[in-house]
């Protein structure tokens, strides 16, 4: 499974990005989640948002009301709106993608967003 992301870059705090993330090797049996971490200079990674299988949304208190997270409609891809961005939003984003049907997790190559104030 291969994950590629897009859409970060640089923004005012305020402003708006939106993340693409597509995943490429998973089957029509596969069960799985994607979703978004981020890891911000000196931080520890941290979930930001998730689409579960079959589940509602999951969002970190930090984002809720201004992130978003959807899939495409083929379910492979996973966007991430973020809105009313801060500079603490700053990061580097990284795509996951856990299957289920068989117990792996995959990582993106991250995409770096950064806010100015």
């Known amino acids: 499974v291969q994950l590629v992301e897009s859409g970060g870059g640089l923004v005012q705090a305020g402003g708006s990005l939106r993340l693409s993330c597509t995943a490429s090797g998973i089957t029509t049996g596969d069960i799985y989640d994607m979703g978004w971490y981020r890891q911000a200079i000196g931080k520890q990674r941290e979930k930001v948002a998730s689409i579960e299988n079959g589940g509602s949304p999951f969002y970190a208190d930090s984002v809720k009301g201004r992130f978003f997270a959807s899939r495409g409609n083929a379910k492979t891809t996973v966007y991430l709106q973020m809105n009313s961005l801060k500079p603490e939003d700053a990061a580097v984003y990284y795509c996951?993608?856990?299957?289920?049907?068989?117990?792996?997790?995959?990582w993106g190559q991250g995409t770096q967003v950064t806010v100015s104030s």
């Open positions: 996951y993608c856990y299957l289920w049907t068989r117990g792996e997790n995959y």
